[in-house]
């Protein structure tokens, strides 16, 4: 009887936690849609409009920040200082140095979009998996960012792959936010290599 007891309270213990989880508000995702000019998003302004108007339409209101680096601002210093979790109520990060270290979540299964839904990833048609950032792997602004992201044209992005696959299991083709520079700024060049103009969303504190 005690026994029974026990595994009844590890259960609802269990289910607590699975509630919780789901009941977290979403504060990361991946859009599900470019603005529509590739890399050229308006800068960060635009590309923190971009965000807000997609968690909007899907009844999540916030100060939404994009996951960008520019040669004035670093991706890491403009998104707040955690927890993220996904439109599932999946923790993605607890903190900034999970999320740029070992704690990062960020996979295809959990690299969601607003909606709810998987992005494409590579073996899917489309591939959508590149990721403008702009940012090398802690955080910080790389060179590439699309003439802080108001190009797009000649030029390119550093991207991540957020379903951390590439074309072989090195540190940089599993890498979420610093994977390789795009061939260019523009729409055709970044699905040219596996991407869609895509990039992160997180809401800051």
């Known amino acids: ?43 960060l302004e635009g590309a923190d409009a971009h965000c807000a108007a997609l968690a909007d339409a899907v009844g999540a209101p916030g100060d939404w920040r994009a996951y960008l680096s520019t040669e004035e601002e670093n991706a890491r210093d403009r998104i707040g200082t955690g927890p993220w979790h996904n439109a599932q109520g999946v923790e993605i990060a607890a903190d900034l140095d999970a999320l740029h270290g070992e704690g ?18 590579r073996g899917d048609t489309p591939n959508r998996h590149d990721i403008l950032t702009g940012t090398m792997a802690d955080g910080m602004a790389a060179a590439e960012t699309c003439e802080g992201w108001t190009s797009s044209g000649e030029g390119s992005a550093m991207v991540g792959h957020h379903d951390r696959m590439g074309l072989d299991d090195s540190e940089a083709a599993r890498s979420w936010n610093a994977s390789h520079p795009s061939r260019g700024c523009g729409l055709e060049a970044l699905q040219g290599t596996g991407g869609d103009g895509l990039f992160y969303c997180f809401a800051a504190d």
């Open 104 to 121: 990062n979540m960020i996979s295809k299964e959990t690299g969601l979009d607003e909606t709810g839904a998987m992005v494409n990833g």
């Open 1 to 43: 009887m005690a026994g029974f007891r026990m595994m009844t309270a590890a259960i609802c213990l269990w289910a607590g936690g699975a509630a919780l989880a789901q009941d977290a508000e979403m504060s990361f995702f991946v859009t599900s849609t470019n603005p529509g000019q590739g890399a050229d998003l308006g800068g």
